[in-house]
């Protein structure tokens, strides 16, 4: 059984920064590419960064490209999102996902790419 647990997320002012941590297990997590994403209230879940298997490919929203970045630590089975310069926009739940398809980076950005899910974990920027 798969699972994924987010952690890291809190209140902090605009400008602040936070790191996220996703821990994953029951799948052999070196070899798929993860994502995070998120859902603000009254809006849908968006895409925000995803990075390959090995860690060498990133692509990332142009809402946070050049604020956050994202990595992977395949040895713990954990994948982060460093998160700087936050606005109050970037307040939602984040969410990390893992990719239906092993060893694949070239449909990273959607909803449907992705076979599972954490349970989220909530950011808030205030102004």
């Known amino acids: 059984q798969v699972q994924l647990v987010e952690s890291g997320g809190g209140l902090v002012q605009a400008g602040g920064s936070l790191r996220l941590s996703c821990a994953a297990s029951g799948r052999t997590f070196a070899s798929y590419t993860m994502g995070w994403f998120r859902q603000a209230p009254g809006k849908e879940r968006e895409f925000v960064a995803s990075?390959?298997?090995?860690?060498?490919?990133?692509y990332y929203a142009d809402s946070v490209k050049g604020r956050f970045t994202i990595s992977r630590d395949n040895a713990k089975n954990t994948v982060y999102v460093q998160m700087n310069s936050l606005k109050p926009e970037d307040t939602a739940v984040y969410y990390c996902?893992?990719?239906?398809?092993?060893?694949?980076?070239?449909?990273?950005?959607?909803?449907?790419?992705?076979?599972?899910w954490g349970q989220g974990t909530q950011v808030t920027v205030s102004s």
């Open positions: 996902a893992s990719h239906r398809v092993s060893n694949y980076f070239r449909y990273v950005n959607s909803i449907d790419d992705y076979a599972y």
């Open positions: 990075i390959s298997w090995t860690g060498i490919r990133q």
